[in-house]
């Protein structure tokens, strides 16, 4: 795919090489960092930049092993065997990407293993079939760990079955470029917006749980691109997504009204 036509994604860090160094070696990936800080496009920009099909999938509490692997189904008074998205991955030699992997059932990483380690095989006990993952397979995980808790997190020896990056907002002068790009706001309007979403960002463990994303930046800005006055934007896209208490958003629209005064 020309570079032109890839998902857009600015690098950050060495986050690219390493990418491209687990596929190679067939080894599974976990990306680490906040809400909105630009995981999940990073995969869709990797899987086309290395001309793989991706399989996306968003967990959460009901998912099951059954949801990735495959289950039978009646069609037209017949049961036929449907495979899940992990088994398609693995079938067509595509990136499966876990997003939150965390929230999903335990009995997920349990089909998970073998497909983490030097087996690189998806037994699917439904069918007898025992599929060995081609070349081009490639599973990638994600998970927030400000959400984390004991509930919620991978156990050390799933953990320690992946390579792993860290990721975090970009540094203020890249995430302004990334919001301009995006949304089609001129820089110098974007740039207070990324001054304001770091200084909510600061409050986070005090007065909120999570800071303010890049994607919701994205969203600011693109209202205001499209006309809508900047306290509005502001208002809609960067505070009434992180509270619903009264008293915290007096809080942050004072924080708005010091940062970009």
């Given at each position: 795919m020309d570079a032109a036509e890839l998902p857009y994604y600015a690098p950050v860090g060495r986050e690219v090489a390493l990418f491209e160094h687990a596929f190679r070696n067939r080894l599974p990936l976990l990306l680490k960092g906040p809400t909105g800080c630009g995981k999940t496009r990073f995969v869709s920009h990797m899987a086309a930049r290395?001309?793989?099909?991706?399989?996306?999938?968003?967990?959460?509490?009901?998912?099951?092993?059954?949801?990735?692997?495959?289950?039978?189904?009646?069609?037209?008074g017949d049961t036929v065997w449907v495979d899940g998205p992990l088994t398609r991955a693995v079938r067509e030699g595509?990136?499966?990407y876990l997003d939150e992997v965390v929230e999903a059932r335990k009995d997920v990483t349990v089909v998970l293993h073998p497909l983490t380690d030097d087996r690189r095989l998806l037994p699917l006990e439904?069918?007898?079939?025992l599929l060995e993952a081609p070349d081009g397979f490639m599973l990638v995980v994600s998970y927030n760990p400000g959400y984390q808790n004991i509930l919620k997190?991978?156990?050390?020896?799933?953990?320690?079955?992946?390579?792993?990056?860290?990721?975090?907002?970009?540094?203020?002068?890249?995430?302004?470029?990334?919001?301009?790009?995006?949304?089609?706001?001129?820089r110098d309007r974007?740039?207070?917006?990324?001054?304001?979403?770091?200084?909510?960002?600061a409050l986070k463990g005090q007065d909120l749980e999570e800071g303010v994303s890049t994607?919701?930046?994205?969203?600011c800005a693109t209202l205001i691109r499209d006309g809508m006055a900047r306290e509005?934007?502001?208002?809609?896209?960067?505070?009434e997504p992180l509270t619903d208490d009264p008293e915290v958003k007096r809080a942050l629209l004072r924080a708005v009204e010091l940062t970009l005064s």
């Amino acid at each position: 795919m020309d570079a032109a036509e890839l998902p857009y994604y600015a690098p950050v860090g060495r986050e690219v090489a390493l990418f491209e160094h687990a596929f190679r070696n067939r080894l599974p990936l976990l990306l680490k960092g906040p809400t909105g800080c630009g995981k999940t496009r990073f995969v869709s920009h990797m899987a086309a930049r290395l001309g793989r099909p991706l399989y996306t999938v968003s967990c959460h509490d009901d998912l099951t092993a059954a949801d990735l692997t495959g289950r039978y189904l009646l069609k037209g008074g017949d049961t036929v065997w449907v495979d899940g998205p992990l088994t398609r991955a693995v079938r067509e030699g595509a990136v499966c990407y876990l997003d939150e992997v965390v929230e999903a059932r335990k009995d997920v990483t349990v089909v998970l293993h073998p497909l983490t380690d030097d087996r690189r095989l998806l037994p699917l006990e439904r069918t007898g079939e025992l599929l060995e993952a081609p070349d081009g397979f490639m599973l990638v995980v994600s998970y927030n760990p400000g959400y984390q808790n004991i509930l919620k997190s991978l156990k050390p020896s799933t953990r320690q079955r992946f390579l792993a990056i860290e990721f975090d907002f970009p540094e203020p002068e890249a995430e302004t470029a990334i919001v301009a790009r995006e949304s089609g706001l001129e820089r110098d309007r974007v740039a207070p917006l990324v001054r304001l979403g770091n200084a909510l960002r600061a409050l986070k463990g005090q007065d909120l749980e999570e800071g303010v994303s890049t994607r919701l930046l994205v969203y600011c800005a693109t209202l205001i691109r499209d006309g809508m006055a900047r306290e509005d934007a502001v208002t809609a896209a960067m505070i009434e997504p992180l509270t619903d208490d009264p008293e915290v958003k007096r809080a942050l629209l004072r924080a708005v009204e010091l940062t970009l005064s």
